[in-house]
């Protein structure tokens, strides 16, 4: 299957929430943050939460429960972990038996916790990565020996996770380089090494909630970086409807079924109307 020019369906979409006016004309700000789609005002304060718990254990120790982390980190709610323990008890319960091994998300960052009753306490973060889990083992049959890239990794919480439970060939780390920075001393506390090796092919790329937050220029450079390399897709979409108007979208599917299999499910639990998840597997 020829790999696809990502270019010939995006760059002649017009994307305002990047473009600034200047003597030039309409043109892109040169930032730190690049191809990310998000008010500046919010990645700024956030990436300063990310240095400051890589440069300062006190943060570290507490920057889950932050504000300007968890603007672009959630940190999900209390009827969310319920939905999402019900369903690993009853598709997973392995993940059970090695619950407290999870719950060693939840020693580094402070975040919300819930009671769940017979397990304890447990954050709803950490119940959101064991429902990715679940999906992965539901859509893809396992991650043992695998090489895995993912794009938006947040603090790490789904690479030890799934890490915790695979025998993983290979995991990369994609986000900004403060980003990556924060997640491998999160994941080397936890005792997990995330290891990257040098290949041009994956088995699986995931992405929760990041690709519909790039840029046109944003997706093709990731497109073509990674998922276009992988053989399989987990892509968890937020498509904000005034940024992806219905022919960006469309042609985003069109760019995926190229070399995709691609199927649509819901959210689980469905959240936000436009939130959606796509599974992909290569043709």
């Known amino acids: 299957m020829p790999r696809v020019n990502?270019?010939?369906?995006?760059?002649?979409?017009?994307?305002?929430?990047?473009?600034?006016?200047?003597?030039?004309?309409?043109?892109?700000?040169?930032?730190?943050?690049?191809?990310?789609?998000?008010?500046?005002?919010?990645?700024?304060?956030y990436s300063d939460i990310v240095d400051d718990a890589i440069n300062h254990d006190s943060t570290f120790q507490d920057f889950k429960s932050k504000p300007k982390y968890s603007s672009i980190v959630g940190m999900c709610d209390d009827f969310q972990a319920r939905i999402w323990l019900e369903r690993v008890e009853k598709e997973l319960p392995e993940v059970i038996e090695k619950l407290?091994?999870?719950?060693?998300?939840?020693?580094?960052?402070?975040?919300?916790?819930?009671?769940?009753?017979k397990y304890g306490m447990i954050s709803p973060d950490t119940l959101h990565r064991l429902n990715t889990l679940c999906d992965i083992e539901k859509?893809?049959?396992?991650?043992?020996?695998?090489?895995?890239?993912?794009?938006?990794?947040?603090?790490?919480?789904?690479?030890?996770?799934?890490?915790?439970?695979?025998?993983?060939?290979?995991?990369?780390?994609?986000?900004?380089d403060n980003v990556v920075a924060l997640s491998k001393k999160y994941l080397s506390a936890l005792g997990v090494e995330a290891n990257s090796c040098e290949t041009e092919d994956f088995d699986l790329v995931i992405s929760e909630f990041c690709i519909a937050e790039l840029d046109n220029k944003g997706i093709a450079k990731y497109f073509q970086e990674y998922i276009q390399k992988s053989k399989s897709i987990y892509l968890m979409m937020?498509?904000?409807?005034?940024?992806?108007?219905?022919?960006?979208?469309?042609?985003?599917?069109?760019?995926?079924?190229?070399?995709?299999?691609?199927?649509?499910?819901?959210e689980f639990p469905k959240m936000v109307d436009f939130n959606y998840l796509i599974v992909g597997h290569k043709k």
Not at 100 to 117: A, E, V
Not at 239 to 266: A, G, M, N, T, Y
């Open 139 to 176: 859509h893809f049959g396992g991650l043992n020996n695998k090489n895995v890239a993912e794009i938006g990794v947040g603090y790490g919480g789904l690479c030890f996770v799934l890490s915790s439970f695979y025998d993983i060939k290979s995991y990369e780390l994609v986000d900004l």
């Open 6 to 45: 990502v270019h010939k369906y995006l760059a002649r979409i017009n994307q305002e929430g990047l473009l600034i006016t200047s003597k030039h004309g309409l043109e892109r700000p040169k930032d730190k943050f690049k191809q990310w789609d998000v008010n500046r005002t919010i990645v700024n304060h």
């Open 238 to 266: 937020n498509p904000v409807p005034h940024k992806w108007p219905e022919k960006r979208l469309s042609d985003f599917h069109d760019i995926l079924s190229e070399d995709f299999e691609i199927e649509i499910h819901e």
């Open 100 to 117: 407290d091994t999870f719950k060693k998300n939840d020693t580094i960052g402070n975040p919300p916790l819930w009671h769940s009753g």
